[in-house]
């Protein structure tokens, strides 16, 4: 029998992690956040009035096994005057079937039926749910993209309304033999799916080990001077009972080129290791050289190396 892993995130970080998790003998849960106010995504969530779905059809195409025509297709956004613009040919699929179904978490099972996918996808709620942040200035932000919008630095990540959790995702964790926090923005993507209450009571009762993919670059207003040991700091702050046990971190030697690029452009400066205060933190750091240069210029997590190293922990625990 596989061993189960349940991974929480959203948007591109987790896409990447599955895309090579997906091929090894592991029982995978993916759990997705539904906040999402932006682009595509934002104007479906307002016009049909149901959760974000633009992080559930990138997670749905990456773990499926048709080709990779048809996952263009699903990725594939419509440039035109009409009301269709920028809007992603699988947003509009899940829309669909939500009208059809009455339940995301049905769309996604169709869906994931329809594009050959073996593994489970859930969303964290059916409710459509409004991210809220406090800044260390004490001012008060509602909206996902206005938060990432927003360059102060984040006091805490809290939902306007207490969501109601998909059953099947509390199930899922309660079984797990291992939970992941995947990279991807810390603030908006990991912590939206775990700040629910009986998100995080289902975290403090499970048996399963706790791992967290670290970013291998800061994002502006969430995470700027930020080294390995804060993010885990932040992580553990929302997890009521339970601490990170194990964090995968990138020792990559990224050339001062690219680091300027970054810096010039996005803001991002390279996470570094800090070891002494992961000693403090009492985690086990595995650090390896994570980062290939990706067809787009951009650094990206090499998906296969990552899920070896995932499988390789799995297998020992």
Same mark, same amino acid.
């Not at 593994?119 to 969303?123: A, E, F, L, R, S």
């Not at 502006?220 to 930020?226: K, L, S, V």
């Not at 240069?293 to 210029?297: F, I, K």
């Given at each position: 029998m596989h061993?189960?892993v349940?991974?929480?995130?959203?948007?591109?970080g987790?896409?990447? /992690?599955?895309?090579?998790?997906k091929?090894?003998?592991?029982?995978i849960?993916?759990?997705?956040t539904?906040?999402?106010?932006?682009?595509?995504?934002?104007?479906?969530?307002?016009?049909f009035?149901i #959760?974000?779905v633009?992080?559930?059809?990138?997670?749905?195409?990456?773990?499926?096994? &048709?080709? #990779?025509?048809?996952?263009?297709l699903?990725?594939y956004?419509?440039?035109?005057?009409?009301?269709?613009?920028?809007?992603?040919? +699988?947003?509009?699929i899940? &829309?669909?079937?939500?009208?059809?179904?009455?339940?995301?978490k049905?769309?996604i099972?169709?869906?994931?039926? /329809?594009?050959?996918?073996r593994?489970?996808?859930?969303?964290v709620?059916e409710d459509?749910l409004?991210?809220?942040a406090?800044?260390?200035?004490?001012?008060?932000?509602?909206?996902e993209?206005?938060?990432?919008?927003?360059?102060?630095?984040?006091?805490?990540?809290?939902?306007?309304?207490?969501?109601t959790?998909?059953?099947?995702?509390?199930?899922a964790?309660?079984?797990?033999?291992?939970i992941?926090?995947?990279? +991807?923005s810390?603030y908006?993507?990991?912590l939206p799916?775990?700040?629910?209450?009986? *998100? =995080?009571?289902?975290?403090?009762?499970?048996?399963?080990?706790? *791992?967290?993919?670290c970013?291998?670059m800061? =994002? #502006?207003?969430?995470?700027?001077?930020?080294?390995v +040991?804060?993010?885990v700091?932040?992580l553990?702050?929302?997890?009521? +009972?339970?601490?990170?046990?194990?964090?995968i971190a990138?020792?990559?030697e990224i050339d001062?080129?690219m680091?300027?690029?970054?810096?010039?452009?996005?803001?991002?400066?390279? &996470?570094?290791i800090?070891?002494?205060?992961?000693?403090?933190?009492?985690v086990?750091?595995?650090?390896?050289? /994570?980062?290939i240069?990706?067809?787009?210029?951009t650094l990206?997590h090499?998906?296969l /190396?990552?899920?070896?190293?995932?499988?390789?922990?799995?297998m020992r625990?």
């Open positions: 061993k189960k349940v991974v929480f995130g959203g948007g591109t987790i896409s990447y /992690l599955l895309r090579g998790l091929d090894f003998p592991v029982d849960t993916a759990i997705i539904v906040a999402d106010n932006g682009r595509s995504t934002g104007r479906l969530r307002n016009e009035n #959760p974000a633009g992080d559930i059809r990138k997670v749905i195409t990456n773990l499926s096994e &048709v080709r #990779p025509e048809i996952k263009e699903m990725n956004r419509f440039s035109t005057y009409s009301d269709f613009d920028g809007h992603a040919l +699988g947003n509009l899940l &829309v669909g079937m939500h009208d059809i179904t009455g339940s995301l049905d769309s099972a169709c869906l994931s039926e /329809l594009l050959d996918v593994h489970k996808v859930y969303p709620s459509r409004t991210l809220m406090e800044t260390e200035s004490g001012k008060i932000i509602e909206g993209e206005e938060i990432t919008d927003n360059r102060e630095r984040k006091k805490r990540i809290f939902y306007k309304e207490e969501p959790i998909t059953p099947e995702a509390i199930d964790v309660l079984e797990a033999d291992l992941i926090f995947s990279m +991807g810390l908006t993507s990991v799916t775990i700040i629910g209450k009986e *998100m =995080q009571q289902a975290i403090k009762k499970s048996k399963a080990k706790l *791992m967290y993919i970013n291998a800061t =994002q #502006p207003g969430e995470t700027d001077n930020f080294g +040991g804060d993010h700091e932040v553990n702050k929302y997890l009521t +009972g339970r601490k990170v046990d194990v964090v990138t020792n990559t001062q080129e680091i300027d690029k970054y810096h010039r452009k996005e803001e991002k400066d390279k &996470v570094i800090d070891y002494e205060k992961l000693d403090k933190i009492g086990e750091v595995i650090e390896s050289d /994570l980062l240069l990706d067809e787009d210029g990206k090499d998906s /190396l990552l899920s070896t190293i995932v499988f390789s922990y799995l625990i």
